[in-house]
């Protein structure tokens, strides 16, 4: 199975909202309803934000949302803050897990 | 709290093993299957395999079949990786990290660098 796709970079100014996309297909993302999102600060673990979609963990703002349309999981980040720079990374936990490969997140 | 704790940074030469631990806390040891991720450097996250802490059932990413065994005890509420015929594509961060509702990771341990160098 190959990894799941993301772009490598989004960037946003604070204040603003911004969209990192993750496709799969329809075996994986497309089929069920187990995407989860991970937000990776440097030399860091990385932490869930978002599971089953679009649902969000205790603790995590409600600044971060998650959506899926056909083999395509999205999360929004809005109102940017500079502490959201960070890489994002989205997951899909069929049979066997598949990561995406990861999207940098410049705050400007 | 749930807490994951993994063993501290290990320097191994090519064509050996490593073993790395993942202690847990704060939670039924026994409930929750334990996976592996691993990261190489400016690299994405890469899954390993998993194991059932409860029955010792593993199961692994195609990439890794045959030099990966994960194991636990249960006594000390540990679980364990152990990655064979080390090469340099081996280097990367190891994480270990609890599923929740058979679907996401958390917590995640905090990270065990593996170096492989000559």
């Known amino acids: 199975q190959s990894a799941l796709t993301q772009p490598a970079s989004v960037s946003g100014s604070p204040g603003q909202s911004i969209t990192i996309s993750c496709t799969g297909t329809?075996?994986?993302?497309?089929?069920?309803?187990?995407v989860s999102w991970y937000q990776q600060h440097p030399g860091k673990a990385p932490k869930v934000i978002i599971y089953?979609?679009?649902k969000r963990p205790s603790g995590v703002s409600n600044r971060f949302s998650g959506s899926k349309s056909g083999n395509t999981a999205s999360l929004t980040i809005s109102g940017l803050q500079a502490d959201d720079e960070a890489d994002y990374y989205c997951?899909?936990?069929?049979?066997?897990?598949?990561f995406g490969g990861g999207t940098k997140l410049t705050v400007l | 709290q749930v807490q994951l704790v993994q063993s501290g940074a290990e320097v191994k030469k090519p064509g050996a093993s490593v073993k790395v631990s993942c202690k847990t806390s704060?939670?039924?040891?026994?409930?929750?299957?334990l996976h592996w991720v691993r990261q190489a450097p400016g690299q994405g996250l890469e899954w390993m395999g998993r194991?059932?802490?409860?029955?010792?059932?593993?199961s692994f990413a195609q990439k890794f079949k045959g030099r990966v065994t994960m194991t636990r005890d249960t006594s000390i509420n540990t679980a364990y990786m152990e990655l064979t015929r080390l090469t340099s594509d081996d280097t990367a961060v190891y994480y270990c990290?609890?599923?929740?509702?058979?679907?996401?990771?958390?917590?995640w341990g905090q990270g065990t660098q593996v170096i492989v160098s000559s």
């Open positions: 990290a609890r599923v929740r509702e058979a679907s996401w990771f958390d917590p």
């Open positions: 704060g939670y039924t040891f026994t409930g929750y299957y």
């Open positions: 194991i059932n802490p409860n029955s010792g059932d593993a």
């Open positions: 329809s075996t994986d993302v497309g089929t069920y309803n187990l």
């Open positions: 089953a979609v679009n």
């Open positions: 997951c899909s936990y069929v049979d066997s897990v598949l």
